[in-house]
């Protein structure tokens, strides 16, 4: 064989597995963005969110109403909520998107209200 040959050759390998290769990752793209579509019509679908918040205290009633008034006082920022769980009642803080997010205002509630926690919640 001359080295013509040689060189069509060699040329025409390099472009069939170029020309593959191009066809695979297009097609690999085209799964990707129907994943992402299938993922946002299920997100669309689905309504569970989970949102995070304090906890300030679980107890009495009493006691739960007054962390709520003292907490409105001292972080009126974060919206507070009175729940009852049979037997006790909870004093929770915050909707928070992420755990990142509760966990930044943790650091700051605790300073004043130490027992606190950060809860995971469905919506």
């Given at each position: 064989?001359?080295?013509?040959?040689?060189?069509?050759?060699?040329?025409?390998?390099?472009?069939?597995?170029?020309?593959?290769?191009?066809?695979?990752?297009?097609?690999?793209?085209?799964?990707?963005?129907?994943?992402?579509?299938?993922?946002?019509?299920?997100?669309?679908?689905?309504?569970?969110?989970?949102?995070?918040?304090?906890?300030?205290?679980?107890?009495?009633?009493?006691?739960?109403?007054?962390?709520?008034?003292?907490?409105?006082?001292?972080?009126?920022?974060?919206?507070?909520?009175?729940?009852?769980?049979?037997?006790?009642?909870?004093?929770?803080?915050?909707?928070?998107?992420?755990?990142?997010?509760a966990?930044?205002?943790?650091?700051?509630?605790?300073?004043?209200?130490?027992g606190?926690?950060?809860?995971?919640?469905?919506?």
């Open positions: 064989m001359n080295k013509l040959s040689i060189k069509l050759i060699i040329l025409l390998f390099f472009a069939t597995f170029f020309s593959t290769n191009k066809m695979f990752s297009q097609s690999e793209n085209e799964k990707i963005n129907a994943l992402i579509e299938q993922k946002k019509a299920f997100n669309k679908t689905n309504k569970n969110i989970m949102v995070f918040k304090i906890q300030l205290y679980n107890g009495n009633e009493t006691q739960a109403y007054a962390i709520k008034r003292n907490f409105e006082v001292d972080f009126p920022e974060y919206r507070t909520k009175i729940i009852y769980k049979t037997p006790e009642w909870k004093t929770h803080a915050g909707n928070f998107r992420t755990r990142l997010e966990d930044r205002a943790l650091n700051i509630v605790k300073l004043k209200y130490t606190a926690i950060v809860l995971e919640e469905k919506i």
